[in-house]
């Protein structure tokens, strides 16, 4: 069955340093991977897509990669600071049926200061 | 901006009620999407819809049901609420004319404690 991983529960890191987070899926062919940022007590909130076919996008302090040989994507925070501080989605979606996307468990960030 | 809206931030209901949740999204969105996150489970897709009265099951459709009579409101029931459907339930749309549909526009969620 399909699955997806995300790396351990919790990150701290200190305010300033990059955070990286990551992505592994299994038994799944994505043609898009998605990431969104959870508050506590409120919705997820779309963050960046990359593609298939695309090895890496940025915005702003953001980047993401998508390997699809490996069956990762990597998500970066570059800079970061204490309102980074959030839980972290990585969700995957099909080609056909794009709109039905499955989502990972979450990394929870917490930057200190 | 787009703006989905749940009726309720929290909900307390006995077992064996029937539960209605109720998500409004005001972009004329085609899909809608029901979800329950748990921790350590993540969000799972409950039922979503990508039209007016149609329905399709998501991966954990036992004891739920849904209604979309109009494009901007799907709801949700809990036909006979149990202890074990106590969870966050979160409602998403999204529309095939932005980014093939992919991107979804969350509400803020209903916390649901079934006693």
């Known amino acids: 069955s399909q699955k997806i991983e995300q790396n351990s529960e919790a990150l701290n890191i200190q305010e300033g340093k990059t955070a990286t987070l990551t992505c592994n899926y299994t038994n799944y062919s994505p043609a898009y991977l998605q990431w969104y940022r959870q508050d506590p007590g409120r919705g997820p909130v779309f963050l960046l897509l990359i593609r298939e076919n695309e090895k890496e996008k940025r915005k702003e302090r953001l980047k993401v990669t998508f390997d699809t040989t490996l069956k990762q994507s990597l998500f970066h925070i570059t800079a970061s600071q204490p309102a980074d501080s959030a839980t972290y989605l990585c969700a995957l979606a099909p080609n056909t049926n794009a709109g039905k996307s499955t989502f990972g468990d979450g990394t929870t960030l917490t930057v200190k200061p | 901006d787009v703006k989905v809206t749940q009726s309720s931030r929290y909900l307390v209901k006995r077992t064996g009620e029937k539960v209605f949740l109720e998500c409004v999204q005001d972009m004329d969105h085609e899909n809608m999407f029901w979800y329950r996150q748990d921790p350590g489970l993540g969000l799972r897709l409950i039922y979503f819809s990508y039209d007016v009265k149609m329905k399709e099951k998501g991966d954990i459709p036992e004891g739920y049901s849904v209604s979309r009579e109009k494009k901007e409101r799907f709801s949700l029931i809990l036909e006979s609420a149990s202890t074990n459907q106590t969870s966050m339930y979160l409602c998403?749309?999204?529309?095939?004319?932005?980014?093939?549909?992919?991107?979804?526009?969350f509400g803020p969620g209903t916390r649901l404690t079934v006693l």
């Open positions: 998403a749309s999204s529309s095939p004319g932005l980014a093939g549909g992919i991107e979804q526009f």
